[in-house]
């Protein structure tokens, strides 16, 4: 019974772990995405970044 709890709070450890990371990376690319547009000369459609 106490390996099995130990499982999930591993699993929660990990679920959590990713998505924190998956949010800083979407949000560190919008923070710099007008500094890579300016310097590269892109339009934000040829980017992909949308709603800038």
Avoid: K, N, Y
């Avoid at 990376?25 to 995405?33: D, E, G, L, N, P």
Wanted: charged content about 15%; glycine content about 10%; some cysteine.
């Amino acid at each position: 019974m106490r390996a099995g709890l130990d499982q999930r709070w591993l699993a929660l450890a990990v679920l959590t772990t990713a998505r924190v990371s998956m949010g800083f990376q979407f949000q560190s690319i919008a923070s710099v995405s007008p500094l890579i547009i300016e310097d590269l000369g892109l339009t934000c459609p040829r980017s992909g970044i949308h709603g800038l």
